[in-house]
């Protein structure tokens, strides 16, 4: 079983950076990781996901350019690294697990962590 604990969450200002890491732990390394994002009252949204290299990466519109995914299988870590944050990009963001590459779909992950908040002030 492979578990997932999120980090790094917080409350920013506009215009601010944070590092979300997702320290995973168990027999296996997923080949697809993912970040998702969920605020009040809205559906859980794609965000990232990487491969197991980390060759392979793609992002949702909105982050592209401003999010950056990536991966240290060594240390089993997955990072989100968010620059310019904006308001809209306040949520709860999970950090998961897929046996398949480059899934942007919520239902097709196997494992998640717990969430962590980050919170973005104008």
């Known amino acids: 079983q492979v578990q997932l604990v999120e980090s790094g969450g917080g409350l920013v200002q506009a215009g601010g950076s944070l590092r979300l890491s997702c320290a995973a732990s168990?027999?296996?390394?997923?080949?697809?990781m993912g970040w998702f994002r969920q605020a009040p009252g809205k559906e859980r949204e794609f965000v990232a996901t990487?491969?197991?290299?980390?060759?392979?990466?793609f992002y949702a519109d909105s982050v592209q350019g401003r999010f950056t995914i990536s991966r240290d299988n060594a240390k089993n870590t997955v990072y989100l690294q968010m620059n310019s944050l904006k308001p809209e990009d306040t949520a709860v963001y999970f950090c998961?697990?897929?046996?398949?590459?480059?899934?942007?779909?919520?239902?097709?992950?196997?494992?998640w962590g717990q969430g962590t908040q980050v919170t973005v002030s104008s």
């Open positions: 990487i491969s197991w290299s980390g060759g392979s990466t």
């Open positions: 168990g027999r296996t390394f997923s080949r697809g």
């Open positions: 998961a697990a897929s046996s398949f590459v480059g899934i942007t779909t919520p239902g097709k992950y196997n494992y």
